[in-house]
């Protein structure tokens, strides 16, 4: 499962024309109760689900996209998968369009984002992040 980019995928970035806008394709799988393990300070007093901690992560995220002036043109909830691999399941989907690619790098090491996205990884049990174009 993965739901954090490593070093060699930041770097596919740099394939991306610089100078127009990128839409990203987020899939993703919630956890039936978010793991905050790797951050208890950001923990709720009662556990919560992975859905309600996405929509904290949210919050922070969208008005760090606006600051970048980005955008989330579409958010859906999924059903069951009709083609692919036999089990595969997510749960929601959503395309997030960036003005370019600098601008996604630079929103997600902004220190509110940063912090926001501990939401994000408690809440998430997998997700894929894919670039499109035209």
Not at 9 to 17: I, M, P, S, T
Not at 35 to 44: I, M, Q, T
Request: aromatic share 8%; proline share 7%.
């Amino acid at each position: 499962m993965q739901c954090r980019a490593h070093a060699a995928q930041f770097g596919a970035l740099r394939e991306l024309d610089a100078d127009r806008s990128v839409v990203m394709l987020n899939l993703v799988r919630f956890r039936d109760i978010a793991d905050y393990s790797g951050r208890p300070d950001l923990a709720p007093e009662a556990p919560i689900s992975g859905a309600e901690a996405y929509r904290r992560y949210t919050k922070t995220a969208h008005a760090s996209l606006e600051a970048i002036g980005g955008s989330v043109e579409h958010f859906r909830m999924c059903k069951p998968t009709f083609i692919g691999p036999d089990g595969e399941q997510w749960d929601a989907m959503l395309t997030v369009r960036y003005p370019n690619p600098a601008a996604f790098r630079s929103m997600i090491n902004q220190p509110a984002y940063v912090e926001a996205a501990a939401h994000r990884t408690a809440a998430l049990v997998d997700s894929r992040l894919i670039p499109t174009s035209r």
